[in-house]
């Protein structure tokens, strides 16, 4: 409570000096600045047991000043720097003179903000997933809508603006497997992301490499191999006109498995086309693929979607999508 009191305190001190430090400024100009934003975040992770987490001290995230209702920016209040102040998930400014402030006519705000901030992006982040895939699972975007002057604490849930692609694999009837691989074919690569609006546009396609193990660091079943990637979120199948999907389009997209055997020059390949199972791989969602291979290279998939809301990280739920056929090797 303490620490509330005196961060009002300090806002409300902070207006004071600016007013009567610029000597130019009209009284109508200093009353516009007396309704600085107040600002929280916290960052939600991909595990639906996990509570939302704290920045560091000192972490910082872009902020900017939207017309409420859009993604166009209020000037000169984009891409502005808040840092965390280690106190009660707190930000301020990383500059005295970049305060943001709500207009005191009573008009409505929203803001946007992205994690980890980029100092001289524009409007837009690069994503590479072939070079730097560690920024691509840190990204995180949020946003709130609908701040005035009687409204200024924007307390925001961060999401992961990336889409998560886990398998489970038992291959167990697989007779001399020795070894699998399993990679994302023509899946986005690069892309770039709107800091106002978290939408993603694709400027390369390609295939993406899984990472063997479990992206959660949890221990496992020893029969069952654990693959997982951050993909850039994308539209792999059709869906209806009222539903807002990815931007981005991917639906030639597919896992393939490769599983080598003991005395055999030819792998098994097992094809999972994504389209077949689901139709989006959306920012802040596992999409989980649980996969059983026989013998002859017939699979088995069941697949749960898992997003997380950045407004009310406690309601969370799956879905299940059963696959309708066992999918046969070429």
Not at 81 to 86: E, N, R, T, V
Not at 167 to 180: E, F, H, K, L
Request: glycine fraction near 8%; include cysteine; proline fraction near 3%.
């Amino acid at each position: 409570m303490a620490n509330k009191l005196f961060y009002y305190l300090t806002i409300a001190s902070f207006a004071v000096g600016m007013a009567s430090c610029n000597k130019d400024e009209s009284s109508s100009t200093v009353y516009e600045k007396a309704y600085p934003v107040i600002l929280k975040a916290q960052s939600l992770g991909l595990e639906a047991d996990k509570a939302p987490e704290s920045y560091l001290k000192g972490e910082g995230i872009g902020v900017s000043l939207l017309e409420t209702g859009t993604d166009n920016v209020v000037s000169p209040n984009s891409n502005i720097c808040y840092l965390s102040d280690g106190i009660g998930n707190y930000f301020v400014p990383e500059k005295s003179e970049s305060v943001i402030y709500l207009p005191e006519n009573g008009d409505k705000r929203d803001i946007a903000t992205y994690y980890p901030r980029v100092a001289d992006a524009a409007d837009k982040v690069n994503v590479d997933l072939t070079t730097d895939q560690e920024f691509g699972a840190k990204l995180q975007y949020g946003r709130i809508d609908g701040l005035d002057k009687d409204n200024r604490k924007a307390e925001l849930k961060m999401k992961n603006a990336l889409s998560l692609v886990t398998m489970d694999i038992d291959a167990s009837q697989v007779v001399g497997a020795t070894g699998m691989t399993a990679t994302l074919q023509n899946t986005p690569l690069k892309g770039r992301m709107n800091i106002y609006s978290g939408k993603f546009e694709a400027t390369e396609f390609g295939t993406l490499t899984m990472k063997e193990g479990s992206a959660f660091s949890r221990s496992g079943e020893t029969s069952i191999k654990k693959f997982y990637a951050m993909v850039i979120p994308a539209t792999v199948k059709a869906a209806a006109e009222e539903e807002e999907k990815p931007t981005v389009e991917a639906k030639e997209a597919k896992i393939e498995l490769v599983i080598t055997k003991e005395g055999e020059e030819k792998p098994l390949r097992v094809e999972i086309k994504l389209a077949d199972y689901t139709e989006s791989l959306e920012s802040a969602m596992n999409s989980n693929f649980n996969v059983s291979v026989d013998n002859a290279g017939n699979a088995d998939v069941k697949v749960t979607n898992t997003s997380f809301s950045i407004n009310d990280w406690g309601n969370s739920g799956g879905i299940d999508v059963d696959g309708s056929e066992s999918l046969q090797n070429e």
